[in-house]
C-alpha cells in the first residue's frame, strides 16, 4: 500500500485520527478499493468510529501492490496520533505526507515532507489483523436529524466538559433538546446541575422525528466527530431508533466521509423525566420500548454464526460490509445467554453483587447479553415546576 | 415561596455575571438571601455582597409575611457556569423552583441566527436554609473601625502579597490615618516590608474620633495571608471604591463599591 497526502488534507488527515483517538486505543487501518479506511472501536466496544478516505482525497493512491493481497493492520493510537500531535505544526510546516506498507517490512512507513528540506520518518510497527466490521445501516434508522456542525457545537456549548453523558431528543414544538443525564446516584446527597438546550427546527438542515423521541449517548465519544465537523465545515447528521439501539452519526463530503456509531441507554435504564414538558403538553407518554418481534428468532439463533466478532470477517474482500441482518436485538431480556455472552458496560461497577446502574450494549457487535436486572429506578416523574413549598 | 426575576439588559446581565464569578472564586458555597428589594450573596458569614438594579422584574414571596425572605444554598460554581452561557443572551430569567428537588433555574434566551430562538436552562439544586438557621446569615454589623484608608490598585496588592505568600503564612497588615499602608511578614531569617504611601483616608465616620488619634499612629491586625489573597483573587475588576477598615488587633474590613453592588469582607485577626 502506498498513499500520498499533500497540502491541507493533511491536517484534515490528522484531525480525522485525533477524532478517532477519542475512541479507541488502536487504529485498524485497511486500503480498500474505495479508499482508504480507519477505523477504532472503544474497550467497551460500545462505540466505533470510522473514516473512509477516496482515492481522489490523495495525489496518489494504491492500495495494494499489483499480485499482491491488501494489507490491513492495526497500530497503537498513541503511535500514530504521535505523528499529529501538534495539528498547527502539521499545518504550518508539513507539505506532504506518505503513508506506505508493504509486505516485507515489518512497519508501517510514515513519512512527512516538511519545509526547507526536512524529512521526518515514522517507522511504526503494527499488527497484522483481520478486518474490523460493524454492523451498522443509516438507512435502517427510522429518525433522522441533520444540521451544519457549527450549529451543534453551539448546542454543547453550555455543557461542562467533563459532562459523561447527554440526552438528545424531540421536544414539544418540534424543538430538538439536549438535556445533560445524570446517573441516579445512590447518596445523592449533592445533586448535579441540570442543563437543557433548545434548537429551533429550523436550524436543521433536516428533522425526522416525532415529538418524544429521545436517546441518551456518550457526550464525549460525540465531541470527537463533532470537532472534526466543525473544523471541516461538514453537516453532522444523526440517525437514531429505539433507546437502546446504536445511534449513527455520520459525515460526508465528497473526498471522505465519517461514522460515529455510539450505543445508547435502553429504555430501563434511562431516569430523566420526559422532554416534553407538562405545562405545555399533558402527560407526554413515556418512550415505548419497540417491541421487537424478531427478538425471539436470534435468541434462538445458533450464536457464534451470529456473532461477528472483532478480528474476523466472513468477507475477506474487506469491502465494508452493508449488513443485510437489520440492526441487532438486544434491550429486552431475557436472551439465553450464549458462549459469548458478556457483559459491556461502559463503566463496569467495582461492587459485586450491585448490579451497574447503566449498561450499554454492543449491540451492533452481536453480542448477547445476560439478563439484566437494572436497580428499580424512580418511575419517570414528569418535571413539574410547582411554586409551592421549596 | 416564590421567586422570579428578570435581566433584559445586556450590561446588568453582564455585571451579575461577572459578580457570580467573583463569588465562585471566593467559596465553593454560597447563600443566597432573597428579599424584596435585593439579592445578597454570603459566604460563611464572611462576606456578604448585595445587588438590586440588574432585574428588570423581580418579584418574591418568603416563607411567611412576618419572614419574607428567602435563604437558599448553592455550589457557586454552578451559577457561575450557568450564567457565563449567557454572553450573547436577549433575555435572563431567573425562578425557583421544584424538579424533584428545590432548583433554581436560569432560562436564557439565546440570540440566533434564525428566527428561531435558542433556549439554554440550566437547573442548579439549592437547599432551602430553615428559619431558624437565618441569624447567622445576616448582614454583618460594621464595627468602629480605628484607622480607615483607601486601598492600592488591587492588582498590585495580589501580585505582592502572592509573592509573600511563598515565605510566610503570617501577614502584619498596618495602616494609619496618613495614608500609609504597609504589609509585613516576618520570619527567622528575614522581614519583608511593602510600604504603600498617599494613598488618603476617608472622612472620619464621626469628629471625635479622627481628633482622638494622633495620624502617625498605626493600628495593625496580623491575618492569615491566604485569607487575604483569596479575597484579592477574586477581584478581576478595578472597584469604583475601595476601603479597608482596620481594628486593632481584631479585624479587618474590606469595603467595596463596584457600581452598584457592594462587597464587604472581614478577615479576623490571628490569635
Known sequence: MKCLVTGGNVKVLGKAVHSLSRIGDELYLEPLEDGLSLRTVNSSRSAYACFLFAPLFFQQYQAATSGQEALRCKILMKSFLAVFRSLATVEKTVEKCCISLNGRSSCLVVQLHCKYGVRKTHNLSFQDCESLQAVFDPALCPHVLRAPARVLGEAVLPFPPALAEVTLGIGCGRRVILRSYQEEEADSTVKAMVTEMSIGEEDFQQLQAQEGVAITFCLKEFRGLLSFAESANLSLSVHFDAPGRPAIFAVKDSLLDGHF??????????????????????LAPPLQAHSTPHLDDFASDDIDSYMIAMETTADSEGSRAVPSIPLSPGLRPPCSPGPFSEDHEAEPSTEPGTPPPKKFRSLFFGSILAPVHSPPGPSPVLAEDSEGEG | MKFRAKIVDAACLNHFTRVSTMIAKLAKTCTLRISPEKLNFVLSDRVASGGENFFSEFQMEGISAENNAIYLDLTAENLSRALKTA???????????????????????????????????????????PRKLWKDLQEPTIPDSDVSIYLPVLKT??????????????????????????????????????????????????????????????????VDIRKLLQFLAGQQVNPTRAVCNLVSNKIVHFDLLHEDVSLQYFIPALS
Open chain 2, 157 to 222: 496588592m495580589k501580585s505582592i502579597v502572592e509573592k509573600m505568600k511563598n515565605i510566610s503564612n503570617h501577614l502584619i497588615m498596618e495602616a494609619n490615618l496618613s495614608g500609609e499602608l504597609n504589609l509585613k511578614i516576618e520570619t527567622e531569617l528575614v522581614c519583608i516590608t511593602t510600604h504603600f504611601k498617599d494613598l488618603g483616608n476617608p472622612p472620619p465616620a464621626s469628629e471625635d474620633a479622627s481628633q482622638e488619634r494622633p495620624p502617625e499612629q498605626m493600628a495593625e491586625v496580623h
Open chain 1, 261 to 282: 456509531v455510539l450505543a445508547t441507554l435502553s429504555e430501563s435504564d434511562l431516569h430523566s423525566p420526559a422532554l416534553c414538558s407538562p405545562e405545555l403538553h399533558r
Open chain 2, 87 to 129: 454572553q450573547n443572551a436577549r433575555a435572563l430569567k431567573i425562578k425557583l423552583t421544584n424538579k424533584h428537588f428545590p432548583c433554581l433555574t436560569v432560562s436564557i434566551e439565546l440570540l440566533s441566527v434564525s428566527s428561531s430562538s435558542r433556549v439554554v436552562t440550566h437547573d442548579i439544586p439549592v437547599k432551602v436554609i
